[in-house]
């Protein structure tokens, strides 16, 4: 078991923070040369992506609990009839 939930968006954060930062240290470093306006679409589509990731993920978390408690609840007294009467 997981000690916590895997999140998508932070891990695309990550990546392309880490790619800006690689970019600079070998421009730094003198590789290669990187203008200095690279960051801006780089951290802005890296920033985007890793919402969508995020808001794709929470969707796709909310739909499987509201399953799993309607499946479950469903599945105990509707299925086989016995049990005790629901809401008294």
């Known amino acids: ?3 916590h939930e895997f999140q998508p968006g932070r891990l695309v954060t990550g990546l392309f923070l880490t790619v800006t930062g690689v970019l600079y240290v070998g421009d730094a470093g003198g590789l290669w040369k990187t203008p200095w306006f690279a960051v ?3 951290v802005g589509i890296g920033l985007w992506l890793a919402g969508a990731a995020a808001v794709t993920a929470r969707t796709v978390r909310r739909r499987r609990r509201r399953r799993a408690s309607s499946g479950q609840s469903a ?3 509707s ?3 016995s049990g005790p ?4």
């Open 40 to 42: 801006v679409p780089l």
């Open 1 to 3: 078991m997981p000690r």
């Open 75 to 77: 599945g105990v007294g």
């Open 85 to 88: 009467p629901q809401g008294s």
């Open 79 to 81: 299925a086989t009839g």
